[in-house]
């Protein structure tokens, strides 16, 4: 048997407990009423691995977000030197960006509360082509402020996306759902491959404006999520009179391991976007070309998605502590290893490091995070975590280049390393391990 108590949930919305006693979801306020039959159809999808095609579509839609993201990171920078007024504005198109992806964190999860995953999604993916084109119209008036107007509303159909990793985890059976964010993130192997390939290949696509055609491929890939969300059953929004009451900002912030998931994936988003985004600056001042950066980068990304395949199945064995507790190692490594030189070599082994570092750190935080609220509570809870994770990916874009100038790139990586140490601490003193089986 088991140390903890286990619940048997059947198709009525009934749980049954080891204690003898029957009740249902809707009665402990865990599921509005009326709602069994909709929760009854998600679980008979499963196919025999305990996954459902549900899930491996959500993963081919965050796969072709990915790669719209690869490409945008390609070419913003680019643009904005041909583009802005002054060396002073270069970077402001990839800021817009995040800046969008960040405002629309909040209201994206409390829009999807009332419309839906899909409708949200789409909407999401209808915002993102709007800012594609109009990046496009910019380019070819050589307009470099509208352009800027254009990436962010590029980020805030990024901001919808973000959520494709929950929305894997409501349509998988609880006993797949560590399986299922893993999954969901693991489309970035596909994107690793995809993005850059794009951005290569669409710079002739549309004459004049140069890589005004990349953006005419990143209309290309949100149409294509478009379709394939019609083929994805995700559930429907709950109605009004049907939603159970919702606890406040203040209780789901003091809910058990709330805060400390927040945590762990603001720490290692931050910290992985911050020095991924140095690094290219870090080589190019010692001495290395853009294509050994890019060899750099892009063994980063495969660093960062390729585990996914496996994550799901390592919490399931080592639990989200463990599992967050060796990702925090991997960082650390990466920063030995940055501290220790400044050869190719180096920049490699630690970028494929702090890839799979966050890939550890941050599904299981994710994972952790799903376990910590009512589901009544789901769009605050993920709204005000999604708005901490990329409000920090934001100001470490902002800051980055500015942080290597002025402290160097060895003196950046003693800086963060007592924010990535923190997180294993918190989580060995103030979590326990899994419950095992005996």
Known sequence: MRRYRRYYIHGRGQINGWLGYTTTLSQMGLMPAGQWRDTRAYNTARDIHGMNKNVWLLALCQALLMSGNIVLISVNGLIG????????????????????????????????????????FMLGNLIGILGALLCVYALNRGDFWLFCFATSLLGIGIGFGTLYRFAAVEVSAPESKDKAISLSMAGGVLAAIMGPNLAIASQDWLPGAHFSGAFLGITGLYIISLIVLQFIGLPPAAKQNEQAVQSSVGQILKARGYLLAVFAAVVGYAVMNL????????????????????????????GMFAPAFITGSLIGKIGTRNTIVLGSLFFIGCILINLNGVTEWHFRAALVMLGIGWNFMFIGATSQLTQTYLPQDKPRAQAINEF???????????????????????????????????????????????????
């Open 388 to 438: 901490a994770v990329f409000g920090s990916v934001t100001l470490t874009a902002l800051l980055a280049g500015n942080l290597e100038v002025t402290l160097g790139w060895q003196t950046l990586n003693l800086v963060v390393l007592p924010f990535v140490c923190v997180v294993p601490l918190l989580y060995l003193m103030l979590t326990r391990a899994k419950p095992v089986e005996v």
């Open 81 to 120: 030197q041909q583009l802005s007024p002054s060396d002073t504005w270069v970077t402001l198109p990839v800021s817009t960006q995040f800046v969008g992806l960040m405002l629309a964190t909040i209201p994206a999860s409390l829009i999807m509360a009332k419309i839906g995953r899909k409708n949200g």
């Open 275 to 302: 020095l991924m985004t140095v690094t290219p600056i870090a080589m190019h001042r010692h001495g290395f070309n853009f294509e050994q950066a890019a060899i750099v980068i892009e063994w980063h990304v495969l």
